[in-house]
């Protein structure tokens, strides 16, 4: 089955560590996606790629970082200059740029 | 830059139908897009509306006022399993990847 998987579901932290959220898909798409989502609120988007070796910046993408080496995966990892990285982290990918996004279950990052 | 502006919560009951609004300020639009999130769980794509009009996907049906810069969700005969969260989400040309609305809480009530 064609999916998109994350990992681990939930992760906890002590604050000043860096920590790399997986994410993997196996759609054959071009385009992924980070977004970062806080109680009650809409999808903020940190980072996004649309082809292999070569990625953009989103609207929150201070204290964060991504590789796109492989189709396949867009590891996300969180610095510990991120001021407040306790949230729910989801990646998509998607069909070229197509407005049709497929989601990962999401993370939850907690950082104590 | 971009914004949407969505209602924050609706209510309604069992059978009914109820819309959800979505204004929207971008320049060079290029589309808007509807999605449902259960909580806990991952966003799910409902519809997108590139032109004017009415799109109908079963019992949800998005339509898209370009020169109003207004989308609405129409949802028919509720069901209990449509108490979710509903995202409006548009992109522009100059960037390939979606600007998401606050959400819109539905609850649905027997």
């Known amino acids: 089955d064609g999916g998109i998987t994350q990992s681990p579901k939930y992760l906890f932290r002590k604050e000043g560590q860096n920590v790399t959220l997986s994410c993997e898909q196996n759609l054959n798409h071009d385009a992924m996606y980070w977004y970062r989502q806080d109680p009650g609120q809409g999808l903020r988007l940190i980072y996004y790629?649309?082809?292999?070796?070569?990625?953009q910046k989103g609207d929150i993408a201070e204290g964060y970082s991504v590789s796109r080496e492989k189709k396949e995966s867009f590891p996300l990892t969180v610095t510990s200059a991120q001021k407040n990285p306790t949230a729910f982290y989801l990646c998509?990918?998607?069909?070229?740029?197509?407005?049709?996004?497929?989601f990962g279950p999401g993370t939850r990052l907690t950082v104590l | 830059g971009q914004s949407l502006e969505q209602p924050s919560e609706v209510t309604a009951v069992e059978g009914a139908i109820v819309q959800i609004n979505c204004t929207y300020q971008t320049s060079g639009f290029y589309g808007l897009s509807w999605y449902q999130q259960h909580d806990g769980g991952a966003p799910t794509f409902l519809s997108y509306?590139?032109?004017?009009g009415l799109e109908e996907t079963g019992r949800f049906s998005s339509f898209l006022s370009r020169s109003d810069s207004y989308g609405y969700l129409l949802l028919q005969e509720l069901q209990m399993k449509d108490s979710a969260s509903y995202f409006c989400?548009?992109?522009?040309?100059?960037?390939?990847?979606?600007?998401f609305g606050s959400g819109t809480r539905l609850q649905v009530q027997p």
């Open positions: 998509a990918s998607s069909r070229g740029g197509r407005d049709e996004q497929f």
């Open positions: 509306n590139g032109l004017d």
């Open positions: 989400a548009v992109r522009n040309t100059g960037r390939r990847a979606l600007t």
């Open positions: 790629s649309q082809i292999v070796n070569d990625f």
